[in-house]
T-cell receptor, first 107, second 112 residues
Framework: KNEVEQSPQNLTAQEGEFITINCSYSVGISALHWLQQHPGGGIVSLFMLSSGKKKHGRLIATINIQEKHSSLHITASHPRDSAVYICAVGSQGNLIFGKGTKLSVKP | NAGVTQTPKFRVLKTGQSMTLLCAQDMNHEYMYWYRQDPGMGLRLIHYSVGEGTTAKGEVPDGYNVSRLKKQNFLLGLESAAPSQTSVYFC???????????FGDGTRLSIL
């Protein structure tokens, strides 16, 4: 069993839809990271959180430490949100990564 | 705003050849990391460093060596390249172990 599981693996949405990507983990962690990998390959850190909820623009990340689960929400999705979204967990920088969720937003 | 710069961006090697990948960061970060990304798998940590002169093994260190002689540079070496090392390699850095990581653009390495 993978230590970090993401669902769904692939997601297609229409522009404007509300999107949720889930991440479940089985190890003890200090922090959970959400990353975005652009179609060109570049990786950008979106959020790092250890409790509660964080919001940045149209992106919202939540974490439930007791349930070992996090969600990434995208409100009013746009084609430019098309990317692979990666969840990673760990401590002291030693991260374990999920396989990613490939999101495609159609106009 | 250079951030994290990886050199080279692409490389093709023959089995048994050696090479060094260079990662440079200009953000005065203490922590630096080398990952590999393979199709159908998540990023996997090869080696990391928590400061100048220090290195530590990650999840998949075999076949690789690293050095951090200067704070801003983290080198990844392949002494005798194998086809199994064909991958996309990412370098990242962070201010501390509990800070977001900043990634380079990746190096696509093919070993024939």
């Amino acid at each position: 069993k993978n230590e970090v599981e993401q669902s769904p693996q692939n997601l297609t949405a229409q522009e404007g839809e509300f999107i949720t990507i889930n991440c479940s983990y089985s190890v003890g962690i200090s922090a959970l990271h959400w990353l975005q990998q652009h179609p060109g390959g570049g990786i950008v850190s979106l959020f790092m959180l250890s409790s509660g909820k964080k919001k940045h623009g149209r992106l919202i990340a939540t974490i439930n430490i007791q349930e070992k689960h996090s969600s990434l929400h995208i409100t009013a999705s746009h084609p430019r949100d098309s990317a692979v979204y990666i969840c990673a967990v760990g401590s002291q920088g030693n991260l374990i990564f999920g396989k990613g969720t490939k999101l495609s937003v159609k106009p | 705003n250079a951030g994290v710069t990886q050199t080279p961006k692409f490389r093709v090697l023959k089995t048994g050849q050696s090479m060094t990948l260079l990662c440079a960061q200009d953000m005065n970060h203490e922590y630096m990391y080398w990952y590999r990304q393979d199709p159908g798998m998540g990023l996997r940590l090869i080696h990391y460093s928590v400061g100048e002169g220090t290195t530590a093994k990650g999840e998949v260190p075999d076949g690789y060596n690293v050095s951090r002689l200067k704070k801003q540079n983290f080198l990844l070496g392949l002494e005798s390249a194998a086809p199994s090392q064909t991958s996309v390699y990412f370098c990242a850095s962070s201010y501390g172990g509990y800070q977001p990581q900043h990634f380079g653009d990746g190096t696509r390495l093919s070993i024939l």
